[in-house]
């Protein structure tokens, strides 16, 4: 299945820090991050694990305590049940994946049913 970008639903959760949900299925989820330089997302924990990649940008990463500096070209992984937290140094754009898919973060209410590994808007098969 392909999922079409243009249009998506966008979520602002923070100031300055924009969410778009990519795909979802069964067992995981992908969602693009846009956050601008100094905005901050929070201290906070989930029962999710995820996986990143820096698109764009720079960041501080907190994970349990410990703070790195990600870059365009680098990723990360957060075991669930780990807080951490993420401040923008510059402009950036990050993509990360959750497992098991975070329900608030499923595009449900726009009527993009996530079902067996298919996207969440525009899908294309074959």
Known sequence: MITRGK?????????????????????????????KSGSRVPLHQHPHEQVGYAVSGRLRLTIDKESHVIEAGDSYFIPAGVPHAAEAITDCIAVDVFSPPREDYRNTSQGHAATSCQGSSDQVSG
């Open 7 to 35: 249009g998506l639903p966008a979520v602002e959760m923070a100031a300055g820090v924009v969410r778009e949900t990519l795909g979802e299925c069964d067992r995981m989820l992908m969602a693009r991050f846009s956050l």
